[in-house]
C-alpha cells in the first residue's frame, strides 16, 4: 500500500470447524518480521444485506451455491481424501453461526481511498470503503454478481478489473468509481475446472506484460495446490502454467487452499493458507519465497517452517507448531493448557520442519515433550531413537555432517506424544 507496508486480506476462521465467520481482520507488516493483527475491519448483519440476483448468474437460495455436478464432483474428491466426516461436520457448523459468514475478500486501493470487495455465504457480493488500509470499511454497496471469492486488480493504464466464481471465474471492467460495472459485458469461463483446474479463489496480478490468474488449484485431486494461469490480457484467454505451492500433508483434514503473489522490496512471495488442529478449518497464514524465471514461470517451492526468514540456525528454538508436514494423524494445534503443540496420537505419526542449517557438525538436540514414548529423531539420512518422559530431553545425535536439513520427528510407540518445541547443534 501507499504507506510502504503490505497489508493481508483475509477470511477469518473465529469458531472450531467452521470456515470464515462475520467479521474480517487485517494484518500488516513492514519488514516481513513484525506483524499487526489490526481489529475488526468489516462486519455485517443478516438484516443488513439480502440475496441477490445478477443477470445470468444464478441466485444462491441459502449456504455455498455449486452447479449439482461440481457439487458431486467436490464430494467425490472429499471422500477420496477420507475428509468426509470433517467436510461435513465443518458445513453444520456453519449453519448454526448467526448471521451470514464473510468468505475471502481482496482488497486495493486508489486515490487515498481503500477499496474491500467481500462476499457471503449467501452468494452476494459488495464493496466497502475506508480512508484507512486495515479499515474500518463502511457504506457497503452491492455488486450486480452472485458467486464467491471476489479478487480486484487496477491495471497500469487505471482500468480495474473484478473477478469471481467458483469451478468457472468471471471477470469484467470496473466502473471507473470501482463500485458497480455493466453486466452485459462480464466475460464467463476464464478459467475453469475443467481445462485450467480451477476451484476457487482468484487473484491476478501484472508482472511485465503477463497477467498471472492465482487460484486453488484440484490438479492433484483437491484444491490444496495454489496453481496460476498466465495471459497477454486481464480478461483472457488464458493458458495454465503449473502450480506454486501445495499445502497437502500439512494437516489431516486439509482440504483447500487460497492466496496470492506479492512482490515486496524487490521480492517475489506467494500467499497461502494451511489447516491445523486436525479440522478443515482453523486455517492459518503462511508465506514462501518465490521466484519469477525469465520465461514468466514460477517454479514450486515446498512449505517450510521458515517461511520468508533464512533456514533455522543450530541452538534455535524451533516451536513445534511449526511443523510443515504431517502423516498418521500427526496435527499441530492448541492443547488443553492452551499451548501451541505438535500432536503424535499413534506410532507411525510423524512432524516435519523445513529446514535446519549448520555450518558445523551437529551432535545434540533439545526437545520439550508431554507424554511418554520412544521417539525417532531423524536428519536426512542420519536418525536415532530415544524413549522420553515428559519434560525437557538433551539428546545424543552422533555425528550429523553439517549442512542442510530437513527434521523429522516419528513416534514408535506410545500414545499421544505432545511436542512443544525442538533444537539441534
Not at 492452551?338 to 538436540?365: C, I, M, N, W
Request: charged share 25%; hydrophobic share 30%.
Amino acid at each position: 500500500m501507499p504507506d510502504g507496508r503490505l497489508y493481508v486480506y483475509g477470511s477469518y476462521d473465529q469458531h472450531d470447524d467452521v470456515w470464515c465467520s462475520n467479521e474480517y481482520r487485517v494484518v500488516s507488516t513492514g519488514n516481513l518480521r513484525d506483524w499487526t493483527v489490526h481489529g475488526t475491519s468489516f462486519t455485517i448483519g443478516r438484516d443488513e444485506w439480502e440475496t441477490v440476483s445478477a443477470g445470468d448468474e444464478p441466485v444462491p437460495t441459502g449456504g455455498r451455491w455449486m452447479k449439482a455436478k461440481h457439487l458431486v464432483k467436490t464430494m467425490n474428491q472429499v471422500r477420496r481424501a477420507k475428509l468426509g466426516p470433517a467436510f461435513l461436520r465443518a458445513g453444520k457448523a456453519s449453519r448454526l453461526i448467526q448471521g451470514p459468514l464473510l468468505f475471502a475478500p481482496d482488497c486495493i486501493e486508489r486515490d487515498g481511498r481503500y477499496y474491500l470487495y467481500f462476499d457471503l455465504s449467501d452468494g452476494s457480493e459488495g464493496v466497502a470503503i475506508s480512508d484507512h488500509p486495515e479499515g474500518p470499511f463502511i457504506d457497503p454497496v452491492r455488486l450486480p454478481a452472485a458467486g464467491i471469492d471476489p479478487a480486484i486488480f487496477i491495471d497500469d493504464d487505471g482500468a480495474a478489473y473484478y473477478y469471481w466464481g467458483q469451478f468457472r471465474a468471471s471477470g469484467v471492467r470496473l466502473d471507473d468509481d470501482l463500485r458497480g460495472f455493466d453486466t452485459n459485458a462480464v466475460r464467463h469461463n476464464l478459467i475453469t475446472a475443467e481445462k485450467h483446474h480451477f476451484h476457487e479463489g482468484s487473484s491476478m496480478r501484472r508482472i511485465g506484460d503477463t497477467y498471472y490468474l492465482v487460484f486453488a488449484d484440484t490438479s492433484r485431486g483437491k484444491p490444496t495446490s495454489l496453481g496460476y494461469c498466465t495471459s497477454p490480457t486481464p480478461l483472457g484467454p488464458f493458458t495454465y502454467r503449473g502450480v506454486i505451492i501445495d499445502n497437502d500433508g500439512c494437516d489431516p483434514a486439509s482440504w483447500n487452499n487460497h492466496g496470492s503473489i506479492e512482490q515486496f522490496d524487490g521480492q517475489w512471495y506467494v500467499f497461502y493458507h494451511r489447516s491445523s488442529g486436525n479440522s478443515p478449518a482453523r486455517r492459518r497464514l503462511c508465506v514462501e519465497p518465490i521466484t519469477i524465471a525469465s520465461d514468466g514461470s514460477i517454479a514450486e517451492v515446498p512449505m517450510t517452517s521458515q517461511g520468508t526468514g533464512a533456514p533455522h540456525a543450530p541452538g534455535e528454538v524451533i516451536d513445534a507448531w511449526r511443523a510443515c508436514q504431517v502423516t498418521e494423524g500427526a496435527y499441530v494445534g492448541p492443547s488443553n493448557d492452551g499451548q501451541e503443540k505438535l500432536f503424535l496420537p499413534r506410532p507411525g505419526a510423524s512432524g516435519a520442519f523445513r529446514y535446519v542449517e549448520s555450518d558445523d557438525d551437529l551432535t545434540h538436540a533439545r526437545i520439550d515433550v508431554d507424554g511418554p514414548g520412544v521417539l525417532n529423531i531423524s536428519l536426512g539420512a542420519h536418525a536415532t531413537e530415544h524413549s522420553l518422559k515428559s519434560g525437557p530431553h538433551d539428546l545424543d545425535l552422533g555425528y550429523v555432517p553439517a549442512g542442510r536439513y530437513e527434521i523429522t520427528l516419528t513416534l514408535r510407540s506410545g500414545s499421544d506424544l505432545q511436542i512443544r518445541s525442538l533444537s539441534v547443534d
